[in-house]
């Protein structure tokens, strides 16, 4: 009688144990999913970061070797696309599209087109070999993409049914890692990958920003993007500032946006009777634009151009025509189709803008740099609660938040009046249907194969 008592207690602790291990397990590999994109992205960070220092020694080596782009840059370009086409299909552009679209999709064979650790390494080693050759990209918004490819796999092995909440936790995780600004990856994740609030979603977001954070934290220490600056307008004429950065801004940024949506239709129907051969040419021929710029402007417009944006932050003037430069090269760098996102080239061209605006106009350079950055980034993404709360974290600046929510809305709208169409929501459209006609095309190839 005892024995059997003891049995059946034991049974009865098993099944309570299996069922608390089916509880925890989703949670473990969540988090550990979590932490695994902090890791990554500190990772990829210093990947990019070497990257981009060996391409400019080797440009500045000798008399000479600033020309070497003239040949290293289109090839690096003819490689990457290559290789994006043949081997990681979906890991071209930016890669917020990408999960943008994977939201939208209802099917789980479509996501993880678009979404997958294949997917995720190609995006990592692709955008390092672009930032290796010189392109004009950064990580930020790769790093969104290996994020969310990350969550969804998690999802997965995890057994969770939250797809749509894991890819926005997996996202804002990515660019709060990439950036240092936790804030900005949750805004990040309401405004522009969501669209809404959206209140079922928001602890995931929330856990697995704080976990990827504390990961970077652990690995790169705390500190600003940008560095710190405390400009802020003390004149009439500082104030100035706030409405010509904004539309100033606002219409650059809805001229790359709008010129990225109209030309990306035209050129995948240029390239449609032989996508591969043309768009690896096409890549090349950008390539070579690129170089090209790049050497005319003494190799500033090369990878992000951290280093001039972080000297406009500090009051060093840029060329007057830097943001010219750095625009022309960053949207021949986008268009070629190469893996590379806009976020940091975006922000180097806004603070170049407000440098030449500050010196036109006789005023702050470092507060015309961080009112450019505001305008220029909300007119290309159309997100100004995005772009405010980013380039607040970034450069420390808390003194100037309403100058740089002014700014940010001011862009905003001017964007919104010239280009409708937000850029990331464009571009995910051409995923979204992409996948769908995959998912097609495989399955009358399935039929195909079946015995009649």
Sequence with gaps: MQKSYSKSKLVRRSRVFRGSLGLWRPRLVFWTGALAIGVTSVGFAWMADFAQETFHHATMAGEWTFLLPLLVTPLGFIA???????????????????????????????????????????????????????????????????????????????????????????S?????????????????????????????????????????????????????????????????????????????????????SGLALHLGIRIRRWAQPAPVKRMVLFAGACGLGVAFIGVISGGTTFGTSYEQARGAL?????????????????????ISGIPGGIFAPSLSIGAGFGSTIGQVMGTSVALGAVLGMAGYFAGVVQAPMTAFVIIIEMTGNDHAILPIMAVSMIGYVTSRLLSPEPLYHGLSRNFIAAAIRARRADHRHGEEREPR
């Design 314 to 334: 500090a009051g060093e003037p840029t060329s007057m025509i830097f943001f010219i430069e750095k625009f022309l090269a960053s949207f021949l760098s986008m």
């Design 172 to 256: 804002a995780a990515g660019i709060a890692a990439a950036f240092n600004t936790p804030l900005a990856g949750i805004v990040f994740a309401i405004e522009e990958m969501s669209r809404a609030y959206e209140s079922r979603a928001n602890g995931i977001v929330l856990t697995a920003v704080i976990l990827s954070g504390l990961a970077a934290l652990g690995l790169a220490g705390s500190y600003h993007y940008f560095g710190s600056t405390s400009a802020i307008p003390v004149s009439v004429r500082d104030w100035a500032l706030v409405p010509v950065c904004g539309i100033g801004g606002g219409a650059l940024g809805a001229v790359f």
């Design 80 to 170: 990457c696309a290559w290789l994006a086409i043949t081997y990681f299909p979906n890991s071209q552009g930016s890669g917020i599209p990408q999960a943008i679209a994977a939201r939208h999709l209802n099917d789980n064979e479509d996501r993880s087109r678009l979404l997958s650790l294949k997917v995720a390494f190609g995006k990592i080693a692709l955008t390092t070999l672009g930032l290796f050759t010189g392109a004009s990209i950064g990580r930020e918004g790769p790093t969104v993409q290996v994020g969310a490819s990350f969550m969804l796999a998690a999802a997965r092995f995890g057994g969770m049914a939250q797809a749509r909440g894991l890819i926005l936790a997996g």
